[in-house]
C-alpha cells in the first residue's frame, strides 16, 4: 500500500503480566498481542488472557495469535477474550481465518528463499485478510524467533496493509519503517528481558523510535 508516513500504528506481542499491558497502553501503543500457538513460551489460557485483557486501556485492540491452532480452541479464545482481531502464523487458509467472525492478519512466513510470492498471490490466497504480517519465520516455523528479514523480500505492490515483524528492537525499527513504510510495526523479543517478560525501557525506547520515524522529513 503507497501512502505518506503518518502514524505507524504498533503492536506489542506475547505479553504475559497485567502491569506490561498497563504499561504499553500509556505509552500509546495500538494493540496487545496475546500468544495461544502451541509450544510458545509466551502461550496463555483463555482464562489468562481473559484477565490481560481487562488491564487494557479503551481503544487499543486485543489481538489473538494462532499457529495451526484447532477450531476449537480459536473458539475458546474468542469466546473469552473477545479479541477484536485475529493472528494466523500457520498454514491456516482464508476460510479458516475468517470462520471466527473476527477480523484477521495473515502472516506471512519472509524467512527462506522460496518465500517470494507474487502480491497479487498473496491476496487471492487470503481474499478476507483485514492485513498481512511479514515475518522472519519459515514456512512451517515458528514466531517470535527474534530474527530480522532482508526486508527487500517484501512483496511490493500488496494493496492491503502490511505489518512489519521480526527481530525489530529499538535499534532498527527507525530504519525499518523508513525502509518498508509499514501500516504497522509489531514486535515481541526485542522488548523482553526473558520471553514473555516485557521491559519498561525498551518498550519506552521501542515507541520513541517510532515516533521518530514517523517525524522523519527525508532531505
Ligand atoms: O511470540 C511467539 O512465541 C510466537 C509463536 C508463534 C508464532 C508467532 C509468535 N510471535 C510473533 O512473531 C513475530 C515476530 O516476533 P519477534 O519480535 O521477532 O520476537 C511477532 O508477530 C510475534 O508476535
Redesign the pocket.
Known amino acids: 500500500m503507497k501512502r505518506t508516513l503518518f502514524r505507524t500504528r504498533i503492536?506489542f506481542?506475547?505479553l504475559t503480566r497485567p502491569g506490561d499491558v498497563r504499561l504499553a497502553c500509556e505509552l500509546g501503543v495500538d494493540a496487545i498481542?496475546f500468544?495461544f500457538?502451541q509450544?510458545?513460551?509466551?502461550?496463555l489460557e483463555p482464562e489468562q488472557a481473559r484477565a490481560m485483557r481487562q488491564a487494557l486501556a479503551p481503544l487499543v485492540d486485543a489481538v489473538a495469535?494462532f499457529?495451526d491452532n484447532s477450531t476449537q480452541e480459536v473458539r475458546d479464545v474468542v469466546r473469552h477474550v473477545r479479541p477484536s482481531l485475529l493472528?494466523f502464523?500457520g498454514s491456516e487458509d482464508d476460510a479458516f481465518c475468517r470462520g471466527f467472525g473476527v477480523p484477521y492478519l495473515k502472516?506471512i512466513p519472509l524467512g527462506s528463499p522460496i518465500a517470494s510470492g507474487h502480491p497479487a498471490a498473496l491476496e487471492r490466497l487470503y481474499p478476507g485478510a483485514a492485513g498481512f504480517?511479514f515475518?522472519?519465520?519459515v514456512a512451517g516455523g515458528?514466531?517470535?524467533?527474534?530474527?530480522?528479514f532482508d526486508w527487500l523480500r517484501i512483496p511490493a505492490g500488496v494493496q492491503k496493509p502490511f505489518?512489519l515483524?521480526?527481530?525489530?528492537?529499538a535499534d532498527n525499527v527507525f530504519d525499518a519503517i523508513l525502509a518498508t513504510m509499514p501500516w504497522g510495526v509489531?514486535?515481541?523479543?526485542?522488548i523482553?528481558t526473558a520471553?514473555g517478560l516485557k521491559d519498561g525501557d525498551k518498550m519506552r525506547h521501542f515507541v520513541e523510535q517510532v515516533r521518530r520515524a514517523d517525524c522523519h522529513v527525508p532531505d
Not at 515458528?142 to 530480522?148: A, C, L, N, R, T
Not at 515483524?165 to 528492537?169: I, P, R, V
Open positions: 503492536k506481542c506475547g498481542g500468544v500457538a509450544g510458545s513460551t509466551r502461550r495469535l499457529s493472528q502464523h502472516a504480517l515475518d522472519s519465520h515458528s514466531g517470535g524467533s527474534g530474527k530480522v505489518v515483524a521480526g527481530g525489530l528492537d509489531d514486535v515481541s523479543s526485542g523482553e520471553p
